[in-house]
Nanobody, 124 residues
Framework: QVQLVQSGGGSVQAGGSLRLSCEDSGRTASRLAMGWFRQPPGKEREFVAAISWTGGYTYNGEDAKKRFTISRVNAKNTVYLQMDSLKPEDTAVYYC?????????????????WGQGTQVTVSS
């Protein structure tokens, strides 16, 4: 069974970097595409980035382009989101998710499994 456990996050000043991790403790997600989403305070959930199960294809949302990098290490059952040049508007609860759908998608409704969420706060 897929069980996504997130780590990382926290508080950082604008311009700083953070790396989020998402491990499938059930060790079954290696053939699932993975995505990162976020929900800013008072706003709806947003797509951040997604990666195919091989890691060969990635898909970034507009905000993530040039500043965020999604990657995965299947041997560790872990997907990462490296976030650089953070801005206060990146403040949100970040969620990882897994889907068997192909091709990779930005639609959160297509994701079957979700992590517990982790808070990222960027101060100016």
């Amino acid at each position: 069974q897929v069980q996504l456990v997130q780590s990382g996050g926290g508080s950082v000043q604008a311009g700083g970097s953070l790396r989020l991790s998402c491990e499938d403790s059930g060790r079954t997600a290696s053939r699932l595409a993975m995505g990162w989403f976020r929900q800013p305070p008072g706003k709806e959930r947003e797509f951040v980035a997604a990666i195919s199960w091989t890691g060969g294809y990635t898909y970034n949302g507009e905000d993530a382009k040039k500043r965020f990098t999604i990657s995965r290490v299947n041997a560790k059952n872990t997907v990462y989101l490296q976030m650089d040049s953070l801005k206060p508007e990146d403040t949100a609860v970040y969620y990882c998710a897994a889907t068997a759908r192909f091709p990779i998608t930005r639609d959160g409704n297509e994701y079957d499994y979700w992590g517990q969420g982790t808070q990222v706060t960027v101060s100016s």
